[in-house]
């Protein structure tokens, strides 16, 4: 299958702070990528799709403001936790398709620890 | 809201198939099922998807009934690898995204 990959795999950072999670398609080019988040003993949700080169579309109860996404590329997608609290903490996932494929395949997580 | 039905949990003995099961009687003629299985603390690992004929690949075969109500994933010889949640969605055009439930913990055993 395809490969996503996610940078970093884990965080530590203070409260206050914005943390940059990188999300790469590997061996094709993403259309369309997105963000999940998952809680301990929960399964994924999604927070927001986003298409190359358009602004993301975000989930009903998720803040735009405060989880920015960048979609500049076709292999790459950014998601920003801005001032990040412990509340934030979480495992966040990020998930790309191809057009022309109707798998979609996962990055491996990075686990958000916001002290 | 998720689509599907799974039982929580399941138990299989290492060595033996492992057959999960799936309902989901609301489904509709353009929707695909598809399986994702997720190991502890790691993103989602795609298994298998399949409209309404049966699907086998190296990882598992997927057995879907004639009315298309439900199916099954069977992992023909269960590995303690195997261990993990297994989820099943139902999704239709490629606009659509993938809704997550609970899915079935399967925990093989030695």
């Known amino acids: 299958g395809a490969v996503v990959s996610q940078h970093p795999s884990w965080v530590i950072c203070k409260s206050g702070t914005s943390v940059k999670i990188e999300c790469r398609s590997l061996d094709f080019q993403a259309t369309t990528m997105f963000w999940y988040r998952q809680f301990p003993k929960q399964s994924l949700m999604l927070m927001a799709t986003?298409?190359?080169?358009?602004?993301?579309?975000?989930e009903q109860g998720v803040e735009k403001d405060k989880f920015l996404i960048n979609h500049a590329s076709l292999t790459l997608s950014t998601l920003t936790v801005t001032s990040a609290h412990p509340e934030d903490s979480s495992f966040y996932i990020c998930?790309?398709?191809?057009?022309?494929?109707?798998?979609?395949?996962f990055g491996p997580g990075t686990r958000l620890t916001v002290l | 809201d998720a689509k599907t039905t799974q039982p929580p949990s399941m138990e299989c003995a290492e060595g033996r198939a492992a057959n999960l099961p799936c309902n989901h009687s609301t489904i509709s003629g353009n929707e695909y099922v598809y399986w994702y299985r997720q190991i502890h603390s790691q993103g989602p690992q795609y298994i298998i998807h399949g409209l309404k004929n049966n699907e086998t690949n190296e990882m598992a075969s997927l057995i879907i009934t004639e009315d298309r109500k439900s199916s099954t994933l069977i992992l023909p010889h269960a590995t303690l690898r195997d261990t993990a949640v297994y989820y099943c969605i139902v999704r239709g055009g490629y606009g659509q995204n993938f809704v997550f439930g609970p899915g079935t913990r399967l925990s093989v055993l030695p």
């Open positions: 998930s790309a398709r191809a057009g022309e494929r109707r798998e979609q395949f």
């Open positions: 986003s298409n190359e080169g358009s602004k993301a579309t975000y």
